[in-house]
């Protein structure tokens, strides 16, 4: 289940949702774009909640209908960009459920068994996405969201296994969104793989990067391949 980004303003689901998801099909793997709410939409009761609400009832449609899809329920990640990266990382690090409706889709899971995070937003902390942090939780948030929206603050044990992939020349989201990240799943002792490449900026593409960046596709087709999330296509 692909996140795209827009830094919680807009949704980017052309290239950062559709084109995504014909990469992951080239490869074997079934995909789907999450068109999440957004903070500023009305009618939400707590603005923050919204993308981590849809994000947590959509993993539970996708997993509930695994035999009629031929998904194995077992082997459904989420991948994020930029802001839908802090959206796939709540869906991996928050505990809570934020989506009982009191329908059988309750008894379903909403975990994701693994993750991709592409030039993540991470943090509401020092090093935020400033356009993120002001439209998920506002100008003038207390410590406490603060730290509750830092998903380097909420990493466990249960957080699932994670690949990052980041521009060291990111200037719109710092990379030390991805260094934090890493380094407190480390200390969980999580699965994780980290690629920071030089260049590639915030728009790092499926082809076309700079240099050593047009790497990271590849890289990542054999992490989910070696991890055991992704099944070699058969020699036609």
Known sequence: MICPGGGYERLSHIYNGFQMARWYNSIGISAFVLIYRL?????????????????QRAMRVIRSRAAEWNIQPAKIGVMGVSAGGHVAAMLGTHLADETA????????SYRANFMVLLSPVITMGKYAHPGSRKNFIGPDSSK???????????????????????????????????????????????????HIF??????????????????WPELLERWLKETGFATPLPFK
């Open 39 to 55: 903070p500023h939409q009305t009618d939400l009761i707590t603005r923050q909640l919204a993308p981590l609400q849809d994000a």
């Open 101 to 108: 409706l009191h329908d059988p889709l309750d008894t379903i």
């Open 144 to 194: 406490q969201i603060i730290e509750k929206y830092s998903n380097e603050l909420q990493v466990t044990e249960q957080t699932p296994p994670t690949f990052l992939v980041h521009a060291l020349n990111d200037s719109t989201v710092n990379v030390r969104n991805s260094y934090m990240f890493y380094g407190a799943l480390l200390d969980k002792k999580v699965n994780a793989s980290i």
């Open 198 to 215: 030089p260049q590639g900026g915030h728009g790092i593409r499926l082809d076309d990067n700079p240099g050593s960046t047009d790497l």
